[in-house]
């Protein structure tokens, strides 16, 4: 069986260990690394190349946008890992205002939109590997 390669960022070093004890027995996820800011977390995923990345929005040096944009830039859009923000819902609404911006931004540079995101709350995380799993099955 395929294994997502799997990067969890999040400030709160506990929140990044809930997460990845909720997740390391699944048969289909390998998580590849952590980090704890949003610099580490950037320099994870060029390193490490996880397929999905399950980022709190707001880190303390970089919000997710800017890392996800970074990556992109870096690696492509193709080729850029799939981010899913880990966020509170007081925080969407920042969230969704910021992105909507961006892409819109986007537009009217004819760019591509940087890669496919997603917000989730800690809970939806394995909803979301799941969901991501059968797309590569199907």
């Known amino acids: 069986m395929t294994k997502i390669k799997t990067l969890i960022a999040h400030n709160d070093i506990n929140v990044t260990e809930n997460i990845a004890s909720n997740i390391k027995e ?4 390998e998580i590849v690394g952590s980090a704890n800011t949003g610099k580490e977390t950037l320099d994870k995923i060029i390193e490490l190349k996880p ?12 919000d997710a946008v800017e890392m996800m944009e970074k990556a992109a830039n870096y690696f492509g859009k193709e080729n850029t890992p799939e981010f899913k923000f880990i966020t509170k819902d007081i925080i969407k609404t920042k969230f969704n205002d910021k992105y909507e911006l961006n892409k819109k931004e986007n537009k009217r540079k004819n760019k591509k939109e940087s890669a496919l995101v997603n917000a989730v709350g800690t809970k939806g995380i394995i909803e979301e590997l799941e969901k991501y799993i059968k797309n590569i099955n199907d």
């Open 26 to 29: 699944l048969e289909y996820v």
């Open 51 to 62: 397929e999905i990345v399950f980022v709190e929005y707001d880190m303390k040096d970089m």
